[in-house]
């Protein structure tokens, strides 16, 4: 493009110039006004007290602290001011007795189990290469349906692919019977022959 330009001679565009008007009415300058010098600060002296006959004299406060008769209380509570002591306590209600413990989980073998469905875990093939071997421990939630809400890794195998695996399954494959609501060990063991 630059070559086309300078064969053509392309020539930039003419400058116009215009006069300038005459300034008809000129404006005033104005100048700020100069500071004026400030007065020094005057000094003011305080008169002393003069020493007067009595002194006086401060209102004292004291502190006043009660305690409630306090056989049932385990431990002492420092208040400041006046307490009002009541004969007549009045307890919050204690909390609702826990009736039941969480049931540890059961161990699960799908191998003795009626009913469901549980494919066994494929052993991954770079595992089976690298000859991994181990047992992994899964936690595993059922709900009243049968469905597996939760699985969960409990002991390692020390491989990962393994874990995974594991898990994958049950998640993924595991269909249990309807029924309560259950929560399952599963020892699965990753062995080569």
Not at 102 to 110: I, L, Y
Not at 114 to 142: C, D, M, Q, W
């Amino acid at each position: 493009m630059f070559l086309y330009v300078g064969l053509v001679e392309l020539k930039p565009p003419k400058i116009m110039v215009r006069p300038l008007t005459e300034v008809s009415e000129p404006a005033p300058v104005v100048l700020p006004p100069e500071e004026q010098p400030k007065p020094p600060p005057q000094v003011v002296q305080e008169e002393e007290p003069q020493p007067q006959e009595k002194p006086i004299e401060t209102p004292q406060v004291i502190t006043v602290v009660a305690a409630a008769d306090t056989p049932n209380i385990a431990f002492a509570v420092p208040v400041q001011g006046a307490v009002a002591v009541t004969k007549e306590a009045r307890f919050a209600a204690p909390p609702p007795p826990i009736t039941q413990a969480p049931r540890p989980p059961v161990k699960f073998d799908p191998n003795n189990t009626t009913g469901g469905s549980y494919p066994p875990p494929k052993y991954p093939g770079f595992a089976e290469r690298n000859r991994f071997h181990g047992t992994v421990t899964v936690e595993i939630l059922v709900d009243a349906a049968g469905s597996v809400t939760s699985a969960k890794l409990v002991k390692s195998s020390g491989y990962p692919i393994l874990d995974e695996a594991a898990l994958k399954v049950v998640k993924e494959s595991w269909k249990f019977p309807p029924g309560a609501q259950r929560d399952y060990l599963w020892d699965c063991t990753f062995q080569l022959p």
